[in-house]
């Protein structure tokens, strides 16, 4: 079989699956978020924390719910880092370095899981254990939670409410995050990944020298971060290290895994409203464009360009050979479509157009399926932005699911869009304007802008993943790219929150004979062309100046 029929059944098997998943999975998330019932482990809880279960939160509350324990989250990994030389299963490891500490907080409490360092050399077992895993789930679970805020915003009237932070978090960890997580690991130990507390093995290499093979809890941490759109590994090498991905089968349910949440999630958006087929039309969007950006890729690292790939029949630089080129290239473009940072491949080793798609992937909001949650409100947000061009279109006020979309709303949903392009285009321009920061660059040219505008967009879009090539392990990058991840994360929060508000309190206006439909084919078409077109008009010169110059020039 070719390779290129080889990588059609590998895409081919994946849709098939996360159509499934899309049905039954999206009705037991579905379930989860609107029981009105409290399992025991829930109500514990609820009483250590002093929740009342009962009670629901207006837009303000909400947010200020969110925020609050985000800093709080951020002050504790960030002490239990500076600390971790001092405490449980240290291995001998010293406290964390101020700087990389506070990236990493920030990173792990925003869904990022940037990584400036390299993981099985810098994190104790307690650190990888109780901060960086205990972050996968709850960061997580606060993207997916911001998401259901916005639905109920745009399914009730009349109210101010949009739930209760709390008992959202709760129920999605304890309902959904954990048992996955669980059944994962036992299925991921028995493929050969590590799970245990040993602070290494000594092993004598082929050489005859000998060599320690750090070992630790990687099992239960590669399946929540796969799960939670998060990324970090506990190996440097993320999800390219046999420990953390031995075999092709393991690496197809990894991939599964990053889209089962994001593309399920639609279905709980249709069912909630009361029309499904609003829920088919989201996600058939982030299908669409999903599969269009995983086949061009593929058919990019597949057509192998340059000499010694041409004479080699692959592009094989920085890909593992337990993989290949079309799964690990399938991989890449889930991981930068998911604001997911897990890396199976050296992206930095990817083709200047190959690179070019990465990054586009990144710059659409990650919204094809995106993270957790923040994939779904994105796509939301996009659509209340394409109703209101095509009621200009018409000379009707716009509407959404019977919502007026007026000046408040549509400005919360432009400076929505708005925020990640300021981030990752003014943090690349300081970067490139600073000779301390272009000698970071260990690539000069178009691949070293290249490097320096992956970072940003990576930190900026909470994904992630690095190009590499860029030593970002100074005071400089490690406070930029901190401060992206913060404000990428946070700023679309409060405003979604506001935008979810402001439509609940609305009363809804019936359809009439000028109300474009919201679920038909045209819809889709229109919000997958301004999604592209926006990024496209607004990052193009940026892309011209890196991938594409690159990919050209060849």
């Given at each position: 079989?070719s390779?290129g029929?080889?990588?059609?059944?590998?895409i081919?098997?994946?849709?098939?699956?996360?159509?499934?998943?899309?049905?039954?999975?999206?009705?037991?998330?579905?379930?989860?978020?609107?029981?009105?019932r409290h399992?025991?482990?829930?109500?514990?809880?609820?009483?250590?924390?002093?929740?009342?279960?009962?009670?629901?939160?207006?837009?303000?509350?909400?947010?200020r719910?969110?925020?609050?324990?985000?800093?709080?989250?951020i002050l504790?990994l960030?002490?239990?880092?500076?600390?971790?030389?001092?405490?449980?299963?240290?291995?001998?490891?010293?406290g964390?370095?101020s700087?990389?500490?506070?990236?990493?907080a920030v990173s792990?409490?925003t869904?990022?899981?940037?990584?400036?360092?390299?993981?099985?050399a810098?994190?104790?077992?307690?650190?990888?254990?109780?901060?960086?895993?205990?972050?996968?789930?709850?960061?997580?679970?606060?993207g997916?939670?911001?998401?259901?805020a916005?639905?109920?915003?745009?399914?009730?009237?009349?109210?101010?409410?949009?739930?209760?932070?709390?008992?959202?978090?709760t129920?999605?960890?304890?309902?959904?995050?954990?048992?996955?997580?669980?059944?994962g690991?036992?299925?991921?130990?028995?493929?050969?990944m590590?799970?245990?507390?040993?602070?290494?093995?000594?092993?004598?290499?082929?050489t005859?020298?000998?060599?320690v093979?750090?070992?630790?809890?990687?099992?239960?941490?590669?399946?929540?971060k796969?799960l939670?759109?998060?990324?970090?590994?506990?190996?440097?090498?993320?999800?390219?290290h046999?420990?953390?991905?031995?075999?092709?089968w393991?690496?197809?349910?990894?991939?599964?895994?990053?889209?089962?949440?994001?593309?399920?999630?639609?279905?709980?958006?249709?069912?909630?409203?009361?029309?499904?087929?609003?829920?088919?039309?989201?996600?058939?969007?982030?299908?669409?464009?999903?599969?269009?950006?995983?086949?061009?890729?593929?058919v990019t690292?597949?057509?192998?360009?340059?000499?010694?790939?041409?004479?080699?029949?692959a592009?094989?630089?920085?890909?593992?050979?337990r993989?290949?080129?079309?799964n690990?290239?399938?991989?890449?473009?889930?991981?930068?479509?998911?604001s997911?940072?897990?890396?199976?491949?050296?992206?930095?080793?990817?083709?200047?157009?190959?690179g070019?798609?990465?990054?586009?992937?990144?710059m659409?909001?990650?919204?094809?399926?995106?993270?957790?949650?923040?994939?779904l409100?994105g796509?939301?947000?996009?659509?209340?932005?394409?109703?209101?061009?095509?009621?200009?279109?018409?000379?009707r006020?716009?509407?959404?699911?019977?919502?007026k979309?007026?000046?408040?709303?549509?400005?919360?949903a432009?400076l929505?869009?708005?925020v990640?392009?300021?981030?990752v285009?003014?943090?690349?321009?300081?970067?490139?304007?600073?000779?301390?920061?272009?000698?970071?660059?260990?690539?000069?040219g178009?691949?070293g802008?290249?490097?320096?505008?992956?970072?940003?967009t990576?930190?900026?879009?909470?994904?992630?993943s690095a190009?590499a090539?860029?030593?970002?392990?100074?005071?400089?990058?490690?406070l930029?790219?901190?401060?992206c991840?913060?404000?990428?994360?946070?700023?679309?929060?409060?405003l979604?929150?506001?935008?979810?508000?402001?439509?609940?309190?609305?009363?809804?206006s019936?359809?009439?004979?000028?109300?474009?439909?919201?679920?038909?084919?045209?819809f889709?078409s229109?919000?997958?062309?301004?999604?592209?077109?926006l990024?496209?008009?607004?990052?193009?010169?940026?892309?011209?100046?890196?991938p594409?110059?690159?990919?050209?020039?060849?």
């Amino acid at each position: 079989m070719s390779d290129g029929w080889a990588a059609a059944l590998f895409i081919a098997s994946l849709v098939v699956a996360w159509a499934v998943a899309y049905r039954f999975f999206g009705d037991y998330l579905f379930r989860v978020v609107t029981s009105d019932r409290h399992n025991r482990a829930e109500r514990t809880i609820y009483r250590l924390v002093g929740v009342n279960s009962g009670s629901e939160q207006n837009a303000g509350a909400y947010t200020r719910s969110v925020l609050a324990f985000s800093v709080l989250s951020i002050l504790f990994l960030y002490g239990l880092q500076r600390l971790q030389g001092l405490l449980w299963l240290d291995a001998g490891l010293p406290g964390v370095e101020s700087h990389i500490a506070w990236n990493t907080a920030v990173s792990f409490v925003t869904n990022t899981n940037w990584q400036a360092y390299s993981g099985e050399a810098t994190m104790t077992h307690l650190t990888q254990m109780a901060g960086l895993a205990v972050q996968n789930f709850l960061s997580a679970a606060v993207g997916i939670a911001v998401a259901v805020a916005l639905i109920r915003g745009l399914a009730r009237s009349h109210t101010d409410q949009l739930g209760n932070f709390w008992v959202d978090l709760t129920r999605l960890v304890v309902r959904v995050l954990l048992p996955i997580a669980v059944t994962g690991t036992v299925i991921f130990v028995a493929a050969g990944m590590v799970q245990n507390l040993s602070s290494g093995t000594d092993v004598t290499t082929l050489t005859g020298g000998s060599q320690v093979v750090p070992s630790g809890p990687v099992a239960s941490q590669e399946v929540i971060k796969e799960l939670g759109t998060n990324g970090g590994g506990f190996y440097n090498v993320n999800s390219s290290h046999p420990f953390e991905n031995p075999t092709a089968w393991t690496n197809w349910l990894e991939i599964f895994l990053l889209g089962l949440i994001p593309f399920s999630l639609p279905r709980v958006f249709g069912r909630m409203v009361g029309d499904k087929r609003q829920g088919l039309a989201i996600v058939a969007a982030m299908g669409l464009i999903a599969v269009v950006s995983v086949v061009l890729l593929n058919v990019t690292e597949l057509a192998h360009p340059g000499t010694v790939p041409s004479a080699v029949g692959a592009s094989m630089e920085g890909r593992e050979v337990r993989f290949g080129t079309g799964n690990s290239a399938t991989f890449a473009a889930m991981t930068t479509l998911t604001s997911t940072g897990s890396v199976d491949s050296f992206h930095d080793s990817y083709s200047g157009l190959g690179g070019g798609i990465l990054l586009f992937n990144m710059m659409l909001g990650e919204v094809a399926p995106g993270g957790v949650g923040s994939g779904l409100y994105g796509m939301l947000v996009l659509a209340v932005i394409t109703v209101f061009v095509a009621g200009l279109m018409v000379g009707r006020t716009p509407e959404y699911l019977g919502k007026k979309i007026g000046a408040r709303e549509i400005k919360l949903a432009s400076l929505y869009f708005l925020v990640t392009p300021f981030l990752v285009l003014v943090g690349t321009a300081l970067a490139m304007a600073s000779p301390d920061q272009r000698a970071a660059m260990l690539n000069t040219g178009t691949h070293g802008f290249s490097e320096v505008l992956y970072a940003f967009t990576s930190a900026s879009n909470n994904n992630g993943s690095a190009f590499a090539g860029l030593a970002v392990s100074t005071w400089w990058y490690d406070l930029a790219l901190g401060l992206c991840m913060l404000l990428g994360r946070f700023l679309p929060i409060v405003l979604v929150l506001a935008l979810a508000g402001s439509l609940a309190r609305q009363t809804p206006s019936p359809g009439s004979a000028g109300t474009m439909p919201t679920h038909t084919p045209l819809f889709v078409s229109m919000l997958i062309g301004v999604t592209v077109v926006l990024v496209a008009l607004t990052f193009l010169p940026a892309l011209a100046l890196g991938p594409l110059a690159e990919g050209l020039a060849r």
